[in-house]
């Protein structure tokens, strides 16, 4: 074993948060950890896997739940694809493992919504196999002490650093090795400023001078677009009209109001026609940003005075509480509370 698995491993044994999935083999509650936690913080992501783990003890629970009860509990976590695609894989361990998971990497990932990383996650958290996860944390503390400047989002380097972490894991302890690894990222190698001043491996890492700033190294940059969306708060006789996102995009299979899209920023009369609308019916209420990963949306609400009911025919009705048991996206949520609704 290197000097820097030892060192490492130590240091989490005496500092690693007490987090309830490190507490547990159960593979399912591995998995929901892991998928609940990928671009969400700890303590944002705790309260989900409690309410997941609870509202769904076993993946034989969340298989037999509906998609709309799955997305609801995942309302505000964001990147719904990850809700959508935990819902089908449980269904796969269903139907192909009889609810139980596999006990091997490979089987692992033959699951359709299971890649390398939670393969390997799940491989050594709930089987003790050897495989090493490669996620962002382990990536910025590899690269820093082995002084690696191979951009991560390449082939090449995404093949390298998987190599080095395969070639660091100790067999007798890969879950201890990678939890370590994960957890120095997280706690102290830190994105920005990381505490190289008392750092455990100082001695022994090349980027302690100020050189952490450039790693890891990223290639291409991703291209945020720009989107205008324009919703339309619509109330009649205690009803409101909403929609399901049951086509190709960005929150798939959640609910919202009546919306346009646009170009941008301005709404145009002709755009407002098809809704037989006019600009002196809207009140603006709310005009909010949501970023994702490659879109910025640049949303208005507007609630409508008067409008003509028969252009909203494909509409669906729900009073107030039928509103809140439907899944939601952000920027609706946003509203709905601003708004008292
Ligand atoms: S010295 Fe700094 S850059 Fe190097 S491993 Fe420690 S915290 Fe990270």
Request: net charge positive.
């Given at each position: 074993m290197t000097d820097f698995v030892l060192q490492i491993t130590d240091w989490y044994r005496q500092n690693a948060r007490d987090l309830p999935w490190r507490r547990t083999k159960n593979a399912y509650f591995i998995w929901l950890s892991e998928v609940i936690l990928q671009q969400t913080r700890v303590d944002q992501g705790m309260n989900y896997y409690l309410r997941f783990v609870d509202e769904f003890p076993t993946v034989t629970h969340l298989a037999n739940a509906d998609e709309e009860q799955v997305l609801k509990l995942w309302q505000?976590?964001?990147?719904?694809s990850r809700a959508r695609n935990l819902h089908k894989t449980a269904k796969e361990v269903v139907e192909r493992f009889n609810g139980e998971f596999p006990a091997s990497h490979a089987e692992l990932l033959s699951l359709?919504?299971?890649g390398p990383y939670t393969a390997a996650a799940i491989a050594s958290?709930?089987?003790?196999?050897?495989h090493a996860v490669v996620d962002g944390n382990v990536y910025r503390v590899l690269s820093r002490y082995f002084g690696i400047d191979t951009p991560i989002d390449s082939t090449g380097g995404k093949k390298e650093f998987q190599l080095l972490a395969d070639s660091l894991i100790p067999a007798a302890m890969p879950a201890l090795f990678n939890q370590s690894v994960m957890e120095f990222g997280a706690?102290?190698?830190?994105?920005?400023?990381?505490?190289?001043?008392?750092?455990?491996?100082r001695s022994s890492c090349?980027?302690?001078?100020?050189?952490?700033?450039?790693?890891p190294v990223k290639g291409k940059k991703t291209a945020v677009r720009d989107r205008y969306f324009h919703y339309f708060h619509i109330e009649e006789n205690g009803t409101l009209l909403v929609r399901k996102?049951?086509?190709?995009?960005?929150?798939?299979n959640l609910y919202e109001f009546p919306m346009i899209e646009t170009e941008g920023p301005e709404l145009t009369e002709e755009q407002l026609a098809v809704f037989?609308?006019?600009?002196?019916q809207l009140i603006e209420q709310l005009s909010a940003k949501h970023v994702l990963s490659h879109q910025r949306i640049h949303a208005a609400f507007y609630r409508v005075s008067?409008?003509?009911?028969d252009a909203f025919e494909q509409f669906i009705k729900v009073d107030n509480e039928g509103l809140h048991k439907l899944p939601v996206h952000r920027l609706m949520s946003r509203y709905m509370e601003i708004s008292g609704l």
């Open positions: 505000g976590l964001g990147y719904y359709k919504g299971i958290f709930a089987f003790d196999l050897p706690l102290y190698c830190t994105p920005a400023n990381p505490n190289c001043e008392s750092c455990i491996v090349p980027s302690g001078n100020g050189l952490y700033r450039s790693r996102r049951d086509f190709k995009d960005v929150w798939h037989g609308l006019k600009t002196e008067k409008p003509k009911m």
